[in-house]
Structure formats: C-alpha cells, structure tokens
C-alpha cells in the first residue's frame, strides 16, 4: 500500500466509516493493514470509543 492509499484509508476512517466498509472499499488490501490503520486513526482523533456516527443519503 503506498502512501495516498494509505491517506484514503485515513481519510475514510475518519469520516465515521465502519471496518467492514472498508474493507470492502479497498478490497485489494488485505483486512489486517487496512485494520491497522483504521484502530491508529480512530485513536489518534479521540473516538476509539465512540460508535461511529451512521451516514444516511437522501437520494429524493
């Protein structure tokens, strides 16, 4: 994984996404580097903790 692959997966994470959504968004990664760097993100911004916040669209 290089390093912009690396800030997408950060960047995602940060967003509120779950682990298995991003798994299955980068699914050419295996799910232990993307989980690595998905705990290190969440603990770096305070919200290891907290739920995630749910992401609802309004397609009308």
Do not use: H
Request: hydrophobic share 35%; proline share 5%; net charge negative.
């Amino acid at each position: 994984m290089n390093d912009q692959d690396k800030r997408a997966v950060e960047g995602m994470a940060r967003c509120g996404i779950d682990l298995e959504g991003l798994c299955a968004s980068f699914p050419k990664f295996s799910k232990e580097e993307i989980e690595d760097i998905y705990v290190q993100t969440r603990k770096s911004i305070g919200a290891w903790s907290a739920p995630a916040p749910e992401i609802k669209k309004n397609c009308s």
